[in-house]
C-alpha cells in the first residue's frame, strides 16, 4: 500500500477510522477497505479501497490505476456494503478492465435491506475538491471512481440515454445521493 494513496485519502476524507482485510469469515480480501467518519459531509461515512491501483488497467490510450470509494450516510454502514466493494475490485481485477464514467454494475440484491438502489453507477467523485479525483504521484495516475448507488431503472435509462443525460438529470434533481432508501429520480 503507498503511503502517498494513504495521504491522499486522509488530505479529503480525514483520518481512517477504521478497515477490513478480511471479510466476516476470515477469508482474506482481494483488496483492503478503509473507512472514514463524517467524510465528505457530516453524517456520511466514505468507504475507501486501499491497493487496487496496484494493478495497471488499460484505458484506451493510457493506462491507468483505479480506487473506488462509496459514500452513505452512517446510519446505512454495513458488512453488505464492505462485500458489493469487494465484489465490483473482484470484478476489475479479473477483467483487467478499470470502471469507467458512465458505466453501470449490477449488484442483485439492494444494498441494504429494503432498499431500491440494486446497481452502482460509476462517476467522478464531485462530492469532493476536484483535486480529489486524480493522485498523480503514482505512474501512471491513480484515478478515483465515485460508486453511485442507483435503482436497475435508472441504470437502464443510463444505457438507453447516456451518462451526460443522467448526470444532467440528477444536477437538475438534486437527490440524496447518500440515502439508501431515496426513490428513484424522476425522467
Given amino acids: 500500500m503507498s503511503d502517498d494513496l494513504v ?6 476524507l480525514g483520518p481512517i477510522r477504521g478497515g477490513w482485510t478480511e471479510d466476516g469469515r476470515g477469508v482474506p480480501l482481494p483488496v483492503p477497505v478503509v473507512w472514514f467518519a463524517d467524510a465528505p459531509e457530516p453524517g456520511v461515512v466514505t468507504l475507501a479501497t486501499l491497493g487496487l491501483s496496484r494493478h495497471r488497467l488499460p484505458s484506451g490510450q493510457k493506462d491507468v490505476r483505479l ?3 462509496l ?3 452512517s446510519r446505512f454502514r454495513s458488512d453488505r456494503l464492505l462485500g458489493a466493494l469487494t465484489a465490483v475490485g473482484e470484478e476489475v481485477v479479473a477483467r483487467h478492465r478499470p470502471l469507467l464514467r458512465g458505466d453501470v454494475v449490477p449488484m442483485g440484491d439492494g444494498l441494504v435491506a429494503g432498499s431500491p438502489l440494486d446497481t452502482f453507477y460509476i ?6 475538491p476536484d483535486a480529489f479525483a486524480v493522485l498523480g504521484a503514482t505512474e501512471p495516475p491513480t484515478v478515483f471512481a465515485w460508486m453511485v448507488p442507483i435503482t436497475s431503472v435508472e441504470a437502464g435509462l443510463v444505457e438507453s440515454r447516456g451518462w451526460r443525460w443522467f448526470e444532467d438529470l440528477l444536477v437538475q434533481q438534486q437527490p440524496n445521493l447518500f440515502d439508501l432508501e431515496r426513490g428513484p429520480i424522476e425522467h
Fill in 123 to 128: 462517476a467522478p467523485p464531485v462530492m469532493l
Fill in 71 to 73: 459514500s452513505v450516510e
Fill in 67 to 69: 480506487e473506488r470509494v
Fill in 7 to 12: 495521504a491522499h485519502l486522509e488530505t479529503y
